[in-house]
């Protein structure tokens, strides 16, 4: 069995400044998200002294909020973080993980029909399907 862990990216209005809205599933095998968990709260504490500390894609790719949000409180250099991603990424790697993820298109949505589906409720729809289908194949 596979716990999935969602997290959504862009604005879920269609008059909105964000084009995309995204939703991103990963599913880790029961089996392993102890492991992963333990894995990734050792590192957060070997980079940043701690383990509450939130890791947000936009907040490493962005000078002003890489700043803001993680050299500046945790006193951690730009070489620092790229090693911790790189770090991250490793552990994602060395675990059988499955990624699903749905992209809607605000402003091509909004063009091709009169009154489309909220941004959010069709990309889970779509993400829920995607994942129930991943089920489906997954030996019993």
């Not at 269609?14 to 599933?25: I, P, R």
């Not at 059988?96 to 091709?112: L, N, P, T, W």
Request: charged share 30%; aromatic share 16%; with cysteine.
């Amino acid at each position: 069995m596979y716990l999935f862990y969602l997290d959504e990216s862009g604005e879920r209005e269609y008059e909105s400044s964000s084009q995309y809205f995204v939703l991103c599933a990963v599913g880790i095998h029961t089996k392993d998200w102890k492991a992963i968990n333990t894995d990734i709260l050792a590192l957060k504490k070997t980079y940043f002294g701690t383990v509450d500390v939130e890791i947000k894609s936009n907040w490493l790719r962005i000078p002003k909020e890489r700043e803001r949000r993680y050299r500046m409180p945790f006193r951690i250099s730009d070489t620092e973080l790229r090693e911790f991603t790189d770090k991250f990424y490793d552990i994602l790697q060395d675990y059988d993980i499955v990624i699903i993820a749905a992209v809607v298109d605000k402003k091509a949505m909004s063009q091709k029909y009169n009154q489309p589906q909220p941004p959010s409720s069709l990309a889970y729809r779509l993400v829920f399907e995607r994942i129930e289908l991943f089920g489906n194949y997954i030996p019993k």
